[in-house]
């Protein structure tokens, strides 16, 4: 292997291996412009898309220990490196993204948490609230009777 294409492969694992989540999609004609703005959203929530060469991708996935299907890879493929723990808004920006932009992104498979998942799966995925979300639930959740109660003995100290 020539020297320029070791140091692809390398600094592909590299990314591959320090990633909390990996998003593999299928996209065309994403023009300059688009690409920048999906980038630039993606950065905001800690998401990286690179545009990969495909021997390169399958051959840093095989030595980072994730199975990719070949098959898969039709096309121009983007790689999403999510460097955050919650992998979850980088997938809902990329799905919003595609359904902005006329379905030009499709995404083919994705690994969270070290489990593989295909692109359905990653859909289903980026429709659950963040962790964020999930937490002000909870926290809700525990407040609401104590505020309940609250209201109730304000209430009843008014009409004395």
Known sequence: MR??????????????DSAKAVIVA?????????????????AKVGGQLEVVRKRVFVKAAAQSGIK????????????VFVDQPDS???????FAFSEENAKILEVLCGQVDGTMMSGADVETLSKLPGINEM??????????????????????????
């Open 68 to 79: 990719i299907d070949e098959a898969l890879l039709q096309g121009h493929v983007g790689v």
């Open 3 to 16: 020297k320029e294409k070791q140091l692809l492969l390398d600094e592909m694992k590299e990314k591959l």
């Open 88 to 94: 979850l808004p980088s997938a809902k920006v990329l």
């Open 135 to 160: 937490r002000a639930e909870v926290i809700g959740l525990l407040i609401a009777p104590m505020a309940q109660m609250l209201s109730v003995l304000e209430q009843k100290s008014q009409q004395e």
């Open 26 to 42: 299928r996209y065309k004609a994403l023009e300059p412009n688009l690409s920048w703005s999906l980038r630039d959203q993606l």
